[in-house]
């Protein structure tokens, strides 16, 4: 039993792993002295963060007239300005998901065999996926920060700075800094699989309640049942309400990502540093489809919860029965979706394929002008 992986640890792992990402809140009994420290320790992070893209700014600013050193710098930083944003974001819906995380625990203590062999089919559907993304991300980064061993530049990310960088200790420093900041880069792109084990969780609890309504025997079932899908409907609307603008945030920067690595990748660049933004823009991709894959089986299980009800005994029922059944189909003809209004359409599996599509038409767009520059 020790070996099987489990809600429990999965979240247990997402907690360290995470540390850096400033993603997970603090606890509801957390004492003065762990906020103070939280608030510390975000503020460094964003620091950090916020120090490296003056750095790359600050080189846009020196050699703008270098089209090639413009793509990569413009790579670079959309994953380095992604680190205060994210973590802003992250703060401002710490008390939301503070909420959310401690529903979701108690939930979990308290859910039952049945319910827990549910989690446990989405695990395993989602397992591969998931440490695979982790490996591609821990490969990414390692390229980026163990860059300079091949390559002649002294650092893992090209900048300028306005003084001498090669004595020492300011030359570690700076590695340091530099390693710090990829790292805090990849654990930001990791975030999302946050973001996505509160969808699947969500989504899971829809295709529980579904299985529940099913199972109807009684009009007393039936109208826990109705109780159950109304409060899993404002805790689905509370997480997606308060996930949205981090979704919004990752695609916004993983576009970006895409289209300049792809322009180095196909720029003349040396054959090391072609293999580091060609796992920049592949983390890209994949850190869009972490959320769009959870998105998609949410609509689909908010959405089947209806079908579930429909396919209950309702004709055997008297007319209080099917009015309350009546009511549940309506409130599950608008399933639950992942979107921000007038800015970002639901995320689903439909929407990833056109985000793939239109990423790559702007990647062969600033290809044709790049050639025709040079």
Same mark, same amino acid.
């Given at each position: 039993?020790?070996?099987i ?38 503020l460094?992070?964003?620091?950090? +963060?916020? *120090? ?21 710098? +413009? ?57 695979? $993304?982790?490996?591609?991300l ?5 390229a980026?920060?163990? +860059?300079?061993?091949? *390559? ?89 309400? $308060? ?18 690595? +792809? ?15 060609? $796992? ?20 689909? $299980? ?6 579930a ?23 599950s ?5 992942l ?36």
């Open positions: 039993m020790t070996g992986l489990t809600l429990e640890k999965i979240i247990a792992f997402l907690k360290v792993d995470l540390v850096f990402a400033c993603c997970w809140p603090l606890q509801v009994k957390a004492t003065k002295f762990q906020k103070i420290c939280n608030k510390i320790f975000r460094f992070c964003c620091l950090n +963060g916020i *120090l490296m893209s003056v750095s790359l700014f600050y080189t846009l600013s020196n050699k703008c007239y270098n089209m090639l050193l413009v793509m990569k710098v +413009g790579c670079e930083l959309s994953a380095f300005l992604q680190i205060p944003i994210q973590i802003t974001l992250f703060t401002f819906q710490s008390d939301r998901l503070q909420i959310i995380i401690c529903e979701m625990e108690d939930y979990i203590n308290r859910a039952k065999s049945e319910e827990r062999s549910i989690f446990n089919q989405y695990i395993k559907k989602c397992k591969l996926f998931y440490i695979t $993304t982790i490996c591609w821990t490969i990414t980064a390692s980026m920060i163990f +860059g300079p061993i091949l *390559l002649s530049q002294p650092f893992p990310i090209e900048v300028d700075y306005p003084f001498d960088v090669n004595k020492q200790p300011l030359r570690t420093i700076i590695y340091l800094h530099h390693a710090m900041a990829v790292y805090q880069s990849y654990v930001q792109v990791s975030s999302n699989i946050f973001v996505a084990l509160l969808l699947w969780f969500v989504a899971a609890r829809f295709d529980i309640l579904s299985q529940k309504f099913q199972k109807i025997s009684s009009i007393s079932e039936f109208m826990m049942c109705v109780q159950l899908h109304q409060q899993l409907l404002r805790y689905a609307k509370n997480v997606t309400m $308060t996930i949205r603008y981090i979704a919004l945030s990752s695609i916004g920067f993983s576009t970006v990502a895409v289209v300049f690595s +792809g322009l180095t990748f196909l720029s003349r660049q040396p054959f090391a540093i072609k293999i580091q933004f060609f $796992t920049v823009g592949a983390s890209a991709l994949i850190e869009v489809f972490v959320c769009a894959w959870p998105a998609e089986y949410l609509l689909r $299980t908010s959405f089947n919860v209806a079908q009800a429909y396919e209950s005994l309702w004709y055997n029922q008297d007319v209080i029965f099917q009015k309350k059944l009546c009511f549940i189909l309506l409130k003809q608008v399933p639950v979706a979107s921000v209004y007038s800015i970002l359409p639901t995320i689903s599996l439909q929407y990833y394929a056109s985000y793939v599509s239109t990423a790559f038409s702007y990647l062969t767009t600033f290809r044709i002008i790049l050639s025709d520059e040079t």
